[in-house]
């Protein structure tokens, strides 16, 4: 179905080949999983394998890729999109369109397919992804999870022979995650296709038994083994003193607050208290109000009930300027949080503005940027960074001010294990000097390497607050099994309700 | 939780101006925006309030942000061109202020214009699915590409200022404060915000172009259509009604 041979591409501009002799079989029915860190040319292999490098990017190409006896880096873009799709990451970057009948159809529109046919493919494909029930929705309202069965249907319906899936779960829950490799391999058999995901999440698709494909620095290799599931390498890379207690003073506190917006409450009567030196690891489903409780933090968002103090504080009565001197702030998408031109202008952009850039901590800065590895990178500007370079870049610059309250929203979005575990590190290393750090993360393995407490949201209510050991135990009695011990045995766990 | 104002926007409904067919309510739009420049009568463009007034009152769209300030506008427009023009009997002096039946007439007209050209406004986008006109656009002889570049903008609008939200509390976590900045680090801090906001729609643009042309757009000069804006009879009359209306200010501007 597909043979690379010598494979080798060279982006416009770039010094070094992102992908390098890459030579692969595929046969039909097929299923891969490319696994390896960030930046070393996974994506790239997608867009090379669906013809889209060829289209869109000005680099240099040697060796052949063959699809179905297409010659992808000489066919139309037209033809080959008939033979493979690609699914990207974010599915609400890819929609183009307004509701789920119109996405899905969209393809088949486009190649003038008549409208009895479309109905009857669309239904098939909906049917197929699980999401039939979608169908006259808005694609706004859908969930994470929906969202990307429907990204998955509008590719399914144009009946390629090849489907990639490039790291489609990134955005998703421990249940949606599950499903959507549920959908993945349901898709597979029913449509007799070739599958090739990629994905940090391996744990989730060792059942299926695939072939594990390694990418790393641009070569690609077919490895004998799985590889390690994502969060046992980042426990492996951790570091000791989570679980502890005993820990400072109260950093934030929130008192029976509830937050709404959009006709709907987020939070609901929702009291609790950080402390200084704590790890807190903040789970919950997609939509259970853990960024609206981070943003309510800061003073972003308003309680309409209750009092939300940092330090004292009361966030209804201080400007968001003066909560923001005490509070650090990490987004999930680093890009959104860049705007220094350079990265050293990046890292003391807070210290700066909050006139607090004394030599002292310059020095302090300085040492932080060596730490992350991105010292003689000072001048560059920080968008040329790669994305766990960015996220470390990220990470320093909301330190820089020296923060009593760290809140980060999903930043381990994304991250291979190596970038992971190393800024979970740093996390905890903050933790023990004494800044309170609440980090939202759907990873059990986290909670029991780095983190003293676990608070666990379900529809805007703390159900669980408790040390790592004992938040085990209530969420299990709760049912919530994908947050429990090993994310390896998540999917094991959800298909028998749980058991052992 | 505090009442909230809805934003204008379309709001779903079964009444007969929503089931009208899209392109006909923005050739109604259309001509009817026009037709109150054309028309030089005050009576007339004051009559058309009471019909649009009557026809907001069957919707019920409940309260639209901007409403008020639409009404209070035209107030205003209007009490202007009343005290200040100057020609016309005197009926009323102030000081420098006069009130003339010239300038009655006048202030009547332009806030009774002003008012209906927004109410007409409000009531096709209230009742106008925007990715119908679109498809309706595109199936009346639109390129499907410059109907789809309309269909992308309403489906990006929401999704850039969600994130510019996002940015800008970014922002003001880093310590930015706009509210106690001088024009010039206002600029900088402008600039800073823009730049995200460029890098995510540069990188948007990339997923939406790969994800279009991976589903075959643009491969051909036409595509089909599995949503069809059909035309009913109620259409029919509509486009009459509006054929008749503009022969009448045809024959009204040819008149004066």
Not at chain 2, 189 to 199: E, I
């Amino acid at each position: 179905m597909i043979s690379l041979r010598n494979f080798s591409y060279r982006f416009e501009g770039a010094e070094a080949p992102v992908l390098r002799d890459v030579c692969l079989d595929v046969a039909p029915g097929d299923f891969l999983v490319v696994t390896g860190p960030s930046g070393s040319g996974k994506s790239t292999l997608a867009l090379a394998l669906s013809g889209f490098l060829f289209n869109q990017y000005g680099g240099v190409a040697t060796g052949s890729i063959i699809v179905d006896g297409l010659d992808v880096g000489q066919a139309p873009i037209y033809e080959v999109a008939e033979v493979v799709g690609l699914v990207q990451q974010n599915p609400e970057a890819q929609f183009c369109t307004l509701t789920v009948l119109d996405e899905v159809a969209f393809g088949l529109e486009n190649r003038c397919l008549p409208r009895e046919e479309i109905l009857t493919r669309v239904d098939w494909a909906l049917d197929v992804v699980g999401a039939a029930h979608l169908r006259h929705r808005e694609l706004a309202t859908l969930s994470g999870g929906e969202q990307q069965r429907v990204a998955v249907a509008s590719m399914l319906v144009g009946r390629p022979k090849v489907l990639i899936f490039d790291e489609p779960t990134s955005n998703l829950d421990p249940p949606a995650t599950a499903a959507i490799f549920d959908v993945i391999a349901r898709v597979r058999e029913t449509a007799a296709l070739t599958v090739i995901v990629i994905e940090h999440k391996t744990e989730y698709l060792r059942r299926f038994e695939p072939r594990w494909i390694r990418v790393d620095g641009g070569m690609v290799a077919e490895a004998d083994r799985p590889p390690m599931a994502m969060w046992r390498a980042v426990r492996r890379k951790g570091v000791d003193g989570a679980g502890r207690v005993g820990h400072g003073d109260t950093v934030a506190r929130l008192d029976r607050v509830s937050v709404g917006y959009g006709g709907g409450w987020v939070l609901q009567d929702l009291s609790l208290s950080l402390n200084a030196g704590e790890f807190v690891v903040l789970m919950g489903d997609n939509g259970s109000g853990k960024s609206t409780l981070l943003q309510s933090l800061v003073g972003f968002l308003k309680p309409v009930q209750g009092r939300v103090e940092i330090l004292g504080y009361d966030t209804q009565r201080t400007p968001i300027s003066q909560l923001a001197r005490y509070v650090g702030y990490l987004f999930q998408n680093p890009d959104h949080q860049l705007f220094g031109d350079t990265v050293w202008e990046e890292a003391i952009l807070a210290p700066r503005n909050f006139g607090m850039l004394d030599d002292g901590r310059r020095a302090e800065i300085e040492r932080w940027v060596e730490r992350v590895g991105l010292q003689g990178r000072e001048a560059d500007p920080p968008f040329r960074l790669s994305y766990g370079q960015k996220r470390r870049l990220n990470l320093i610059s909301v330190l820089g001010h020296a923060p009593r309250l760290l809140l980060l929203d999903e930043v381990l979005i994304g991250q291979d294990p190596g970038n992971a575990a190393f800024v979970l590190t740093l996390l905890r290393e903050t933790a023990d000097r004494g800044v309170g750090v609440l980090l939202v993360s759907h990873a059990p393995e986290v909670v029991a390497t780095y983190a003293d407490r676990v608070l666990f949201l379900s529809e805007g209510r703390v159900v669980v607050d408790a040390g790592p050991d004992e938040a085990s135990v209530q969420l299990a009695a709760l049912g919530c099994w994908a947050y429990v011990g090993s994310a390896e045995d998540i999917p094991q766990r959800l298909a028998d309700g749980g058991e052992g | 939780m505090s009442r909230r104002w809805t934003r204008i926007s379309y709001v779903p409904g079964a009444t007969w101006l929503h089931r009208m067919h899209p392109v006909v309510k923005a050739a109604w739009l259309i001509c009817g925006s026009v037709g109150v420049f054309v028309v030089r009568s005050p009576w007339v463009v004051l009559g058309v309030l009471p019909a649009l007034g009557a026809l907001w009152g069957c919707l019920s769209p409940g309260h639209v942000r901007g409403l008020r300030l639409a009404v209070w506008t035209s107030v205003v427009l209007a009490a202007l061109q009343m005290v200040f023009h100057r020609e016309g009997i005197q009926w009323v002096t102030l000081g420098p202020l006069r009130l003339t039946d010239a300038g009655v007439r006048a202030g009547l007209y332009v806030g009774a214009r002003f008012l209906d050209v927004v109410l007409l406004s409000y009531l096709f986008v209230l009742t106008t699915e925007p990715n119908l006109l679109a498809y309706g656009l595109m199936q009346v002889g639109l390129p499907y590409r410059f109907g789809f570049a309309l269909v992308t903008a309403l489906r990006l609008v929401p999704v850039f200022e969600k994130e510019g939200e996002t940015v800008y509390r970014a922002q003001l976590a880093r310590g930015v404060a706009y509210d106690r900045s001088g024009p010039r680090k206002w600029l900088v801090f402008a600039r800073q915000f823009f730049l995200p906001l460029l890098v995510s729609a540069l990188s948007k643009v990339d997923a939406m172009a790969v994800s279009m042309e991976g589903r075959g757009f643009g491969q051909y000069p036409r595509r089909t259509f599995l949503r069809e804006v059909r035309f009913s009879h109620g259409d029919g009359w509509a486009v009459g009604a509006l054929v008749a209306v503009v022969a009448g200010l045809v024959v009204y501007v040819v008149g004066v």
